[in-house]
């Protein structure tokens, strides 16, 4: 690419900032044959203007402090095409028969409608939300554990009881939606409680697989759930950044990019 003047540059930052949702010092740096250093002086102008919202690493268009979470149905609206896209993909890795976990969130209740119709399935999970889903199915072949605790403004159980009750179990395989995750940080939940009943979730499967739709590349919530590499495997949208890919690809066994219809 030849060298832009600064308009240009950030100009282009904001292209991609619409596009993507986040931007990332490193990657501008690389696509833009600039300095990181020249890239955060135009993060910071553009921050200045009121354009973006400068975060570790890079920018985002909004304020997301790591420990505001924000409630379900604020969520639920929140890259709905794309969700149900990666529910569709992640349905695909079940069978009848098999024992599954879903840790409670927008893109695993989703994922949960696509898996009403399947015989012999045992599901746990920590969200009334997904529970109902099931109950109202009235698969006569499924059994649905609910784990109980505390409630979070998202809907999740946690706190001891519920991690005392996953320490019991052993499933197949656990589908896990996070808040955000970076190369740095991993798998992150702005919840402490949260964070504890995903690594219990993750202690009792034989599997990982992590939905997360694009936007959650670059976010950073205030407590680790685990490394990138934890994930057997990750399925996401095809939207994210070709370096989001490599560093996502490099880090865990199975990348699944989905296309948002």
Not at 216 to 245: N, R, Y
């Amino acid at each position: 690419m030849a060298e832009m003047l600064p308009p240009q540059r950030r100009r282009h930052i904001l292209d991609e900032l619409n596009k993507y949702g986040q931007v990332r010092v490193t990657e501008l740096s690389h696509e833009l044959g600039i300095s990181e250093m020249t890239v955060r002086r135009d993060l910071n102008a553009l921050a200045s203007a009121g354009e973006l919202v400068k975060v570790h690493g890079g920018a985002t268009r909004e304020q997301s402090a790591t420990s505001v979470e924000p409630g379900f149905i604020r969520k639920l609206g929140l890259a709905a095409p794309e969700k149900e896209a990666l529910a569709l993909r992640a349905a695909e890795l079940i069978e009848p028969g098999m024992s599954v976990a879903l840790n409670s969130g927008t893109t695993t209740y989703a994922l949960a409608g696509q898996c009403t119709g399947i015989a012999d399935l045992t599901v746990v999970t920590n969200s009334p939300r997904i529970a109902e889903i099931f109950y109202s199915a009235e698969n006569a072949s499924q059994s649905v554990i609910l784990i109980g605790g505390t409630r979070t403004p998202s809907d999740a159980l946690v706190g001891p009881l519920a991690t005392t009750a996953l320490a019991q179990l052993h499933v197949d395989i656990c589908f896990m939606g996070i808040h955000g995750m970076t190369a740095e940080d991993g798998f992150t939940t702005p919840n402490m409680l949260e964070a504890q009943a995903n690594r219990a979730f993750m202690a009792a499967a034989a599997e990982l697989v992590v939905v997360a739709d694009h936007s959650k590349w670059g976010i950073t919530g205030l407590c680790q759930i685990a490394e990138l590499g934890a994930a057997d495997v990750l399925i996401t949208g095809d939207a994210l950044s070709p370096e989001a890919v490599d560093i996502l690809g490099q880090s865990i066994e199975t990348l699944l990019l989905t296309s948002t219809p």
